[in-house]
């Protein structure tokens, strides 16, 4: 990975001295990072998608920078580590942007602490880059009852670079009669073998998800999608089954699936699988207890990876079709939400998945969160119905990437 430093030097210290006056910090970003040192007034040699920010590398650079502040990649991230005066620059620098309304932040530490940031901030630029070019597939459309959860396709194409495309679900009723038994079959039956139990569904049941998830792959394939929201519950009327197991498996092999023809929620599936390499859980907020500081989220469908064992479940409201019940590991979680019609606003939160339940009166696969951040945004603010849930600690490079994309966070 290269790592080219935008440098501002003092005119009172040479460009030749700055590794070895802040070769401690140097030697450790070498660790990660092939370092290119570039003098301010060489920007134009550095790479176009290259991973650059600026380094304050002594006091009196304060006017420099300012009059050369469209030469830094937005937002402005200054590192220093304090050495010759650096600090006290980059403070005052920092100011002026966001006195000018410009977003600045400082990276400031020991080596190891500005490294560690350094490496967040890479692993948000990454993805930034990798999301550009996207196609997120809409089969069928939004359900009628999200009538928050709206995005306008241009604006989310101009600032993300990724592309909603529309696929009518006659694409995948037309593929749907085609499949046959033997086209599924064998898969079918591993499936049903690393099941724990399997309650309400029947096997014909099970063969018509199956052959609903062949269909949704093969457009996924033919379409070069990179994640996919199907309309599931005009599947029910017309095929007598759900999504709940399509998604699942798509999940399962790395294709971020969501259902209810969410845009907001298969957007959030999309850059937390990018960001993490993690697939989410997207579930709808069925309990919540303030005084604990505790919800619980609730879905029919959670890819089987994400489980320490799942069961064969039929869908909670309809009671047609298979979904799945998983149990999942105690322990670290995040919930994430992307919102809003251009997907610029976000929450996040890690939190603390403390019980997997069992009401008869929600969706299949539930679990309790001890959510770090307070509970009421729900109450309060929330953005939207549908919330992502993660696997382990993951806020703070979410966080990074989102303001990296100049989001504003919703707490």
Same mark, same amino acid.
């Given at each position: 990975? *290269?790592?080219?430093?935008?440098?501002? !030097?003092?005119?009172?210290?040479?460009?030749?001295?700055?590794?070895?006056?802040?070769?401690?910090?140097?030697?450790?970003?070498?660790?990660?990072?092939?370092?290119?040192?570039?003098?301010?007034?060489?920007? &134009?040699?550095?790479?176009?998608?290259? /991973?650059?920010?600026?380094?304050?590398?002594?006091?009196?650079?304060?006017?420099?920078?300012?009059?050369?502040?469209?030469?830094?990649?937005?937002?402005?991230?200054?590192?220093?580590?304090?050495? @010759?005066?650096?600090?006290?620059?980059?403070?005052?620098? #920092?100011?002026?942007?966001?006195?000018?309304?410009?977003?600045?932040?400082?990276?400031?530490?020991?080596?190891?602490?500005?490294?560690?940031?350094?490496?967040?901030?890479? @692993?948000?630029?990454?993805?930034?880059?990798?999301?550009?070019?996207?196609?997120?597939?809409?089969?069928?459309?939004?359900?009628?009852?999200?009538?928050?959860?709206?995005?306008?396709?241009?604006?989310?194409?101009?600032?993300?670079?990724?592309?909603?495309?529309? $696929?009518?679900?006659?694409?995948?009723?037309?593929?749907?009669?085609?499949?046959?038994?033997?086209?599924?079959?064998?898969? #079918?039956?591993?499936?049903?073998?690393?099941?724990?139990?399997?309650?309400?569904?029947?096997?014909?049941?099970?063969?018509? #998800?199956?052959?609903? /998830?062949? #269909?949704?792959?093969?457009?996924?394939?033919?379409?070069? =999608?990179?994640?996919?929201?199907?309309?599931?519950?005009?599947?029910?009327?017309?095929?007598?089954?759900?999504? %709940?197991?399509?998604?699942?498996?798509?999940?399962?092999?790395?294709?971020?699936?969501? %259902?209810?023809?969410?845009? @907001?929620?298969?957007? +959030?599936?999309?850059?937390?699988?990018?960001? +993490? *390499?993690?697939?989410?859980?997207?579930?709808?907020?069925?309990?919540?207890?303030?005084?604990?500081?505790?919800?619980?989220?609730?879905?029919?469908? $959670?890819?089987?990876?994400?489980?320490?064992?799942?069961?064969?479940?039929?869908?909670?409201?309809? &009671?047609?079709?298979?979904?799945?019940?998983?149990?999942?590991? &105690?322990?670290?979680?995040?919930?994430?939400? %992307?919102?809003?019609?251009?997907?610029?606003?976000?929450?996040?939160?890690?939190?603390? =998945?403390?019980?997997?339940?069992?009401?008869?009166?929600?969706?299949?696969? !539930?679990?309790?969160?001890?959510?770090?951040?307070?509970?009421?945004?729900?109450?309060?603010?929330?953005?939207? *119905?549908?919330?992502?849930?993660?696997?382990?600690?993951?806020? !703070?490079?979410?966080?990074?990437?989102? !303001?990296?994309?100049? %989001?504003?966070?919703?707490?």
């Amino acid at each position: 990975m *290269n790592l080219y430093l935008i440098t501002f !030097q003092s005119g009172l210290n040479k460009m030749e001295s700055v590794y070895d006056c802040h070769k401690d910090l140097f030697v450790e970003i070498e660790k990660y990072f092939t370092l290119h040192l570039i003098h301010y007034k060489e920007v &134009e040699t550095i790479p176009e998608d290259a /991973y650059k920010m600026a380094f304050i590398a002594s006091g009196g650079v304060e006017k420099t920078v300012t009059q050369h502040f469209d030469l830094l990649p937005y937002p402005i991230t200054l590192l220093t580590d304090g050495l @010759q005066n650096s600090l006290a620059a980059s403070l005052e620098i #920092a100011t002026w942007m966001r006195n000018k309304g410009m977003k600045a932040r400082i990276i400031h530490g020991s080596p190891m602490h500005m490294v560690k940031q350094i490496l967040s901030h890479h @692993q948000a630029f990454a993805a930034k880059r990798e999301i550009k070019g996207k196609r997120i597939g809409v089969i069928g459309y939004p359900s009628s009852w999200l009538v928050a959860s709206n995005v306008d396709y241009l604006l989310a194409k101009r600032r993300w670079g990724i592309e909603y495309i529309d $696929i009518p679900m006659e694409e995948i009723y037309c593929l749907y009669y085609q499949i046959t038994d033997d086209d599924i079959g064998y898969k #079918a039956s591993v499936l049903v073998k690393q099941a724990v139990a399997c309650r309400e569904a029947t096997p014909e049941d099970f063969l018509k #998800a199956m052959r609903l /998830y062949k #269909a949704v792959r093969i457009i996924c394939e033919k379409k070069h =999608l990179d994640a996919v929201t199907l309309s599931c519950f005009s599947l029910i009327e017309k095929l007598g089954t759900t999504g %709940c197991l399509a998604l699942s498996l798509l999940n399962d092999e790395g294709i971020p699936a969501g %259902c209810e023809g969410d845009l @907001q929620s298969i957007f +959030t599936m999309l850059i937390a699988k990018v960001l +993490t *390499n993690q697939t989410g859980f997207m579930a709808n907020p069925s309990f919540i207890n303030e005084e604990q500081n505790e919800l619980v989220v609730a879905h029919c469908t $959670i890819a089987t990876k994400m489980t320490d064992r799942f069961i064969i479940r039929n869908h909670f409201e309809s &009671e047609t079709g298979v979904a799945i019940q998983g149990i999942l590991h &105690e322990g670290e979680i995040t919930v994430l939400k %992307c919102g809003g019609e251009c997907l610029d606003e976000y929450f996040v939160s890690r939190g603390q =998945l403390t019980e997997n339940t069992n009401y008869i009166n929600a969706c299949r696969t !539930q679990i309790r969160i001890r959510l770090g951040k307070p509970v009421d945004y729900f109450t309060r603010n929330p953005l939207g *119905n549908h919330h992502i849930v993660l696997m382990g600690d993951h806020e !703070q490079v979410i966080h990074e990437f989102m !303001q990296l994309n100049s %989001c504003k966070q919703i707490e």
